[in-house]
């Protein structure tokens, strides 16, 4: 059993950043790779990034890419996604999860989920 435990969300306004943090527990974090997925109301669940279990490759939707960051820290057990230049439409429920396949943008081979975070830009 993994626990994820995601935090950082807020308010901002369009143009800035927020740092998401996703804190896991339980089973050996670098066994797993790691995912940001995104749900806005009336919407499904949005892969955004991923990074491979060691750290060394990180995958983005186009949606996202050059805009966000994803990093990990194995000997921390915490994954990081730095989002910069914040859009209306990035607001959603954003959650990490943790898988043990190599299809990162699929929600359903995710097997742990944290609770998500409310993210929320304004215009």
């Known amino acids: 059993q993994v626990r994820l435990v995601e935090s950082g969300g807020g308010l901002v306004q369009a143009g800035g950043s927020l740092r998401l943090s996703c804190a896991a527990s339980g089973r050996t974090f670098s066994n797993y790779l790691m995912g940001w997925f995104r749900q806005a109301p009336g919407k499904a669940r949005e892969f955004v990034g991923g990074v491979t279990r060691s750290g060394g490759n990180t995958f983005y939707a186009s949606s996202v890419k050059g805009r966000f960051t994803i990093s990990r820290d194995n000997a921390k057990n915490t994954m990081v996604l730095q989002m910069n230049s914040l859009k209306p439409e990035d607001t959603a429920v954003y959650y990490c999860?943790?898988?043990?396949?190599?299809?990162?943008?699929?929600?359903?081979?995710?097997?742990?989920w944290g609770q998500g975070t409310q993210v929320t830009v304004s215009s």
């Open positions: 999860a943790a898988s043990t396949s190599a299809l990162f943008t699929n929600p359903s081979v995710y097997e742990y």
